[in-house]
């Protein structure tokens, strides 16, 4: 069986990786021209980690992205909220990775080079047309080639033309009105070298972490962070480019955050080079097959980048789908796969939209009036951790029982 992936980004690659070990044939079609290591900083959770070690790239991983320690959640005074601990030492049967997506594209397109082929990703191939019969579906591609496969595999992201084929009356993407400024400064370490935070509150949130373990290596921190204001007028979701500038005066609205271990201020004058993107997502979709075409990551199920799980679900789509075509080749594995994954998916989509593990920063917000207040005064340990072990069972990744 020969099956076509759209779309080379972290999904589809794991997808390929997944499909190759099971069997399966696989081409891999990416619309860019050039593949280029692009973006900042994601998370890989420790059930999307799990997948990759199971592909044999524990020890890659290992050696570029960094072992998070704890999320940690704090006021914009530096308080403490909650530490929710992500590592093996835990409890978790793998780590929780903090990389570049860039990097672990290549990671991933790299083995997947080596594993099926050298001419198993083609760039320059944007789908164009679709159509499908009992036996097969022909992809039409926008350079004017052709190519008949078994299946195919939408993987091609928040705009994906598999989608808009298969839902071409889709309403337009949903804004809830935040406005993100992203950006990656190379610096001394703050914390422990290994610790993410998430400050201040719904409105006014700014998201930290290091990201290379090359420059830990060195006695330095690649330090990834998100500054997110809500905006009462927000613009049109469909002007979104995540690869347009963003300026610096962004940091007027943290000039009043005060964390124990970094300068939140000096780190965004600090970074060279800052995007700007407004955090949208989708509605979700009530189905994803047709026939032999089914959708995979962002183009099946894109979500407000909360709880750091966006990468984590596409990859363990990845697996799923592998997993489905094992058992039932064709088209019913297709079915099989959304029967798993697209349930729990709405569920993270869904969550996401009701700020997920982040929601105990609005509680803190609502009762912290100060720096010299006592958040064990205020919030009771309990409330906090109901609040993380309800997302990690949304989300799929809860700690080992004994």
């Known amino acids: 069986m020969e099956i076509a992936i759209a779309g080379a980004g972290i999904g589809g690659l794991a997808a390929a990786l997944c499909l190759h ?38 020890a890659a991983l290992d050696a570029m992205a960094i072992r998070t320690r704890a999320i940690e959640y704090r006021t914009r005074f530096g308080h403490l ?54 036996h097969g579906v ?48 190379l610096q ?3 914390a422990d070298g290994r610790t993410m935070f ?14 290379s373990a090359r420059a830990a290596r060195e006695g330095k921190a690649l330090v990834n962070w998100v500054a997110e204001v809500r905006h009462d007028q927000p613009r049109a979701a469909d002007e979104a480019d995540w690869t347009r500038e963003g300026g ?44 032999r075409i089914t959708l995979l990551g962002d183009a099946a199920h894109p979500m407000y980048p909360i709880g750091a799980n966006g990468a984590s679900q596409a990859i363990l789509d990845a697996r799923a789908l592998a997993d489905c075509l094992a058992a039932h080749p064709g088209p019913e594995g297709l079915a099989a796969y959304e029967a798993v994954r697209r349930p729990a998916t709405t569920s993270v989509v869904q969550s996401n939209r009701l700020s997920g593990p982040e929601r105990v920063l609005d509680i803190a917000a609502a009762r912290v009036t100060g720096p010299d207040d006592r958040i064990e005064d205020l919030i ?5 951790e109901e609040v993380a072990a309800r997302y ?9 029982t004994a």
């Open 188 to 190: 001394a370490p703050f």
């Open 248 to 291: 610096r005066d962004v940091v007027a609205a943290f000039e009043g955050f005060r964390m124990p271990d970094i300068d939140v201020p000096a780190l965004i004058r600090d970074t060279q080079r800052i995007t700007q993107y407004p955090m949208i997502d989708r509605d979700p979709l009530p189905w994803w097959t047709q026939g």
């Open 198 to 211: 998430i400050a201040g509150d719904h409105d006014v949130k700014f998201v930290c972490y290091p990201i």
């Open 380 to 384: 009771s340990a309990d409330e906090l």
């Open 138 to 185: 022909q992809i039409g591609f926008a350079d004017g080639t052709a190519l008949r496969s078994d299946l195919l595999i939408g993987a091609d992201g928040f705009r994906s033309r598999v989608r808009r084929h298969l839902h071409p009356d889709e309403g337009p993407a949903h804004y809830e009105g935040t406005m993100m400024w992203r950006g990656a400064n």
């Open 21 to 58: 070990e099971r069997g399966f044939g696989v081409r891999v079609f990416e619309a860019v021209e050039t593949l280029q290591p692009l973006g900042v900083g994601i998370n890989v959770m420790p059930h999307g980690a799990g997948v990759l070690h199971d592909l044999g790239l524990g």
């Open 392 to 400: 990690r069972q949304v989300a799929g990744f809860e700690k080992r």
């Open 81 to 134: 909220i909650q530490s929710d601990l992500r590592c093996v030492e835990a409890g978790f049967a793998y780590p929780q990775y903090s990389v570049h997506r860039g990097e672990l594209q290549f990671l991933l397109l790299d083995a997947v080079r080596e594993r099926l082929g050298p001419d198993a990703v083609a760039a320059g191939k944007a789908v164009s047309t679709l159509d499908q019969d009992a």
